[in-house]
Structures are given as C-alpha cells and as structure tokens.
C-alpha cells in the first residue's frame, strides 16, 4: 500500500463566513489543517484590528473541543482604511495580511479599492514593516471580457504597483492563468500565488459544456483547458513561489442553484485527497509536501506545522459527503468528477 506523510498542512486562501455557516464548516478545514489565511469579505467587512480580533474569537468559539486550529487574521482593505491601524495590526502578531479586492471583483467586494491611490499611504506602510498584500487578480471594468480579467489586471494593476513599491510583499490569490503562472515564477522573492484544489481539476468545460453546473462557477472563473494545465505545471514544479490557497467558498445550495448564484466552489472536505491524486497524476508526489505544507510558511515567516498528516492510497475510492448540513442550509461538496484513491488517514 501506498503512503504519504507531510507535515500538517496549511490553506493560505479560505473562506469561513460567520454565524451558522462558520460552524458547519470549520470542523471540515480544521480536520486536516493546521492554520489558514481567512478572508475578510464578511457583511460588514472585517477592516480594522478590533474587528479582526472579533472575527477571530468567533472562529475559535466554534471550533468543537479537541480540535486545534489557528486562523491568520486578514484585513479587508477600503479607501478609508487607517494606516496607522493596519500597522497596530500587524503588530499584533494576529493579522497576516491585507486584502485586495478590486471594487465588485466578487462576492461582498463592494467596499473595495476602486482608485489605488487612494490607499497607497497602507501600500506604504506595509511595504516597510513587510506585511503581505494578498490581491484578488481581476479588473472590473465591464469592456474587459471575463476570462481576460486577470491578465489584465497583472498588465495594468499590479505590475505597475510593484514597479511603484517593489518592497511590497504579495500573494496573487487563486492565479487561473498561464498569465498568472508565468508572472509569478519570475516575480523575486517579495511575490508569490496561491493555486486552487479546484483550478488544477476543472476548466471552464466544466462549467459550461452539456449544461451549467453552478457548483463549478467561482471567481476567478476557471479558464480554458491551456491554463488548467500551466497551473498544474507551476503548482508542481517545486517553486517555492507557489502553495495551496483552496478559496474554499461556501454558499447554501439556494444561491447556487440560482438565476443569479453565487462564485465559489467548496472544497475544504476533500481538499487533500484531490490534491494527492493531482500530484501523482503529474508524477509529482514528492512535490505535494512543499506546496501544502512548505512553501506558505517560508512566504509568510512562519513555521512549518509540528504535526503531520497521513494519506493512504487504497484500492476503494473516498466517500464524501455530497452535503454538508449547515443550520444556513446545505452546501454541496466539490465533485471532481472521478474516483479519487488518497484516504486522509490521520
Ligand atoms: O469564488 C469565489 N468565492 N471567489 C471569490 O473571490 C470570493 C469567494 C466568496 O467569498 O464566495
Ligand atoms: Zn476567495
């Protein structure tokens, strides 16, 4: 039988929401996750240091007895956003990172940055004391076609951002692009990307061909089948510029399986497992350790886990739920698609 061990690993990119829902999916990231990088795009938005710290103590309040978990507290940053608090923040040791969203980029995004300048005095300020900025990599000008959204935004965002402060830090979240991928390898030290469980598995085929699957449609929407590909390449080709962030997304079934549903593909259940079975796919199994495990803490200064986790590869396929219950409604499990072998066995 086959076996693979790595250290516990970390989700660099996830989202928990609050209330009901935090509690129905917490458990589903803290099984096989040490620690997470959580967004900020709560209704309000977590933006200063005190919301962050409560946002905080509600996630640890739903965590169940005898799990462990640590979350990396993240700001949302707006065009009012205190430079004097992010720094307040980051010194508080429970803020890893600022968010960037593009003003209605995507879901609760509203309060985003529609003109950089605005908040360049933050840039500044975390350029210096060397706190992360992690982007969502898309334009939202409505003349710009949406699989272009985030090769545009690289060309005319954030090159010319780095070019302006090039001692800034930055994770470019969920890259779904060649683009995305080429610009990251060659970024230097101060830049990385987080890759999706989901983008290494689907493409916009998935989506789209023989009838829409609204389970498939998140943001960045994945692109077509070159990218999926190049994503796959830079996710195992050992780059430390390159580690797990699943944009585990949830969102009850209602607003899904909707007119108008809602982006995002939950993936938090079977995360690992698809991300074995991708790995060894590409024959790169010795590779997962570093992006699961490795290469988010060397970005991000902070050590790897103590733990470990252990997969199997067993002749009966994973069973997973299709659902899981939350007292919001239910939230359907990412389907790959095919019989997955990795069972998380500890
Ligand atoms: O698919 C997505 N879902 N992309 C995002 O950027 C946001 C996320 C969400 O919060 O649902
Ligand atoms: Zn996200």
Redesign the pocket.
């Known amino acids: 039988m086959q076996t693979l061990t790595l250290p516990r690993p970390d989700d660099w990119h996830l989202?928990l929401r609050d209330g009901a829902m935090l509690k129905a999916v917490l458990p589903e990231t803290a099984r096989h996750f040490a620690r997470a990088i959580i967004?900020p795009?709560l209704v309000p938005p977590v933006v200063t240091l005190d919301d962050a710290v409560a946002y905080r103590d509600r996630i640890m309040s739903a965590l169940p007895d005898g799990m462990g978990f640590e979350p990396l507290m993240t700001l949302y940053l707006t065009e009012g956003t205190d430079p004097g608090d992010v720094e307040r923040a980051a010194a508080s040791g429970l803020v890893k990172a600022v968010k960037l969203y593009p003003a209605g980029a995507?879901?609760?995004s509203h309060s985003g940055v529609r003109d950089l300048d605005k908040v360049m005095p933050v840039l500044e300020v975390m350029a210096r004391i060397g706190l992360p900025l992690c982007t969502?990599g898309e334009v939202t000008t409505p003349e710009v076609d949406i699989f272009d959204r985030e090769a545009v935004f690289i060309d005319t965002v954030l090159d010319p951002l780095r070019r302006r402060l090039p001692e800034l830090r930055v994770v470019m979240e969920h890259i779904t692009t060649e683009e995305g991928a080429a610009y990251a390898a060659e970024g230097g030290d101060s830049l990385a990307a987080t890759i999706t469980t989901h983008h290494l598995i689907i493409n916009r085929n998935h989506i789209l061909a023989g009838g829409i699957r609204p389970h498939y449609y998140?943001?960045p929407v994945a692109k077509r089948e070159k990218h999926r590909l190049a994503l796959r390449k830079a996710a195992t080709s050992g780059s430390p510029r390159f580690f797990l962030g699943t944009?585990s997304?949830p969102?009850i079934d209602a607003l899904k399986e909707h007119a108008c549903g809602?982006?995002?593909c939950f993936t938090a259940t079977n995360t690992l497992s698809l991300l074995a079975h991708v790995f060894e796919e590409e024959g790169a199994l010795d590779r997962l350790e570093g992006f699961a495990s490795r290469h988010g803490p060397a970005f991000y200064g902070l050590p790897v886990n103590a733990g470990s986790v252990t997969l199997e590869k067993r002749a009966e396929p994973c069973v997973w739920p299709v659902k899981i219950q939350s007292e919001a409604g239910p939230v359907t499990v990412f389907n790959p698609g095919f019989p997955v072998h990795w069972h998380v066995v500890t």
């Open positions: 989202h967004m795009n995507t879901t609760n969502h998140c943001l944009d997304a969102h809602c982006a995002g």
